[in-house]
């Protein structure tokens, strides 16, 4: 099985430091309000000049972009995230190995002083204990990404995202969503997206769907494990 991870929002914790320095940068904002942003997994371009405005955060485009500038220009920063579930890296590393799973990790990380983003973003990797890690730092639909490399799932915590996977690849597609679950929009479960509150039961549904006898294949045994129908192909894919 080929799994693709992206990495901030469902690995690595971007949401504490943007808000800290958001903060920082703006005194007069109250930390309740630049909280009340966007359901966490929207975003609002694909745009690869133009860094996204951070899901679940309620900044104007203008202050967006300048905490994006500092954060940009501190050295090696994506190498300074905390991991959001301790231990989760390292246990998809066990898992990977033990499973024999082809794990890569797609971001679309703007890009920082210091090493690349890709580079960054694999040391980040390897001392939260995953070896050699497969980095692919993309801009664009990720459905279109899924299908040129051949992914059976995606996991994200972007609900555009999935609904780009499942409609543009044959890829399955686990969304991490740790808010309001009345917020999930209503396409993704409608489009057969299993809704994911961690990356700790992520990890766990497909072992189980892995290990579930019966017939089908390990997608459709993900679906029904979250209580969703069997994909019909989209229009979309040839």
Excluded at 156 to 161: I, L, S, V
Aim: hydrophobic share 45%.
């Amino acid at each position: 099985m080929r799994i693709a991870f992206d990495l901030d929002g469902v690995l690595a914790d971007l949401h504490t430091p943007f808000v800290r320095t958001a903060l920082r940068l703006f005194p007069e904002l109250e930390p309740e309000a630049v909280e009340a942003g966007n359901p966490a997994g929207e975003s609002d371009s694909h745009d690869t000049d133009v860094p996204p405005v951070l899901p679940g955060v309620n900044l104007t485009r203008r202050q967006s972009d300048t905490v994006w500038r500092h954060l940009a220009s501190i050295e090696n920063f994506w190498e300074s995230l905390e991991e959001i579930e301790p231990g989760a890296v390292a246990r998809l590393a066990e898992l990977a190995d033990a499973r024999r799973w082809e794990v890569l990790f797609i971001t679309s990380r703007p890009t920082s002083t210091g090493r690349t983003v890709q580079r960054q973003s694999q040391r980040w990797l390897e001392a939260r204990g995953f070896p050699l890690p497969s980095v692919y730092v993309v801009h664009g639909s990720r459905g279109r990404i899924a299908d040129a490399l051949g992914i059976d799932v995606v996991v994200d915590d972007r609900a555009d995202n999935c609904l780009d996977i499942v409609l543009e690849s044959k890829a399955g597609a686990l969304l991490v969503w740790r808010g309001d679950l009345k917020a999930v929009p209503v396409s993704a479960r409608r489009l057969g997206i299993a809704v994911v509150p961690t990356v700790a039961r992520v990890l766990d549904a497909l072992v189980d769907a892995e290990r579930a006898a019966g017939g089908g294949s390990l997608l459709d045994r993900l679906r029904t494990m979250f209580g969703l129908k069997p994909r019909v192909s989209s229009p979309l894919i040839r």
